[in-house]
Nanobody, 124 residues
């Protein structure tokens, strides 16, 4: 099991930037796939971005591609989500997730660990 703690959320104006951080502990991150999901009020949780820790390969949802960048810091066991050109529709609780499965879009309920979430609010 991996413990995940997110930080970096807040209130920002449209067009602004935020960087979210997710610190992983409890096991080595090298064998994991890490991801960021978000859930807006009244909507289902949706995939935003993911990175394979060992290779650094990344993937993004179309809605954030070109604006968000996921990255990792091996020494700090931390994954980041740099969010630029933020829009009001990016307002959501952002969750960090981790699992050891290879499929970039494979995030089963059983076997995926989640952080507690951090609120991002983008004002127009």
């Amino acid at each position: 099991q991996v413990q995940l703690v997110e930080s970096g959320g807040g209130l920002v104006q449209a067009g602004g930037s935020l960087r979210l951080s997710c610190v992983a502990s409890g096991r080595t991150a090298s064998g994991l796939k890490m991801g960021w999901f978000r859930q807006a009020p009244g909507k289902e949780r949706e995939f935003a971005a993911a990175i394979r820790w060992s290779t650094g390969n990344t993937d993004y949802a179309d809605s954030v591609k070109g604006r968000f960048t996921i990255s990792r810091d091996n020494a700090k066991n931390t994954v980041y989500l740099q969010m630029n050109s933020l829009k009001p529709e990016d307002t959501a609780v952002y969750y960090c997730a981790a699992n050891p499965y290879s499929g970039i879009y494979y995030w089963p309920t059983l076997g995926t660990d989640w952080g507690q979430g951090t609120q991002v609010t983008v004002s127009s």
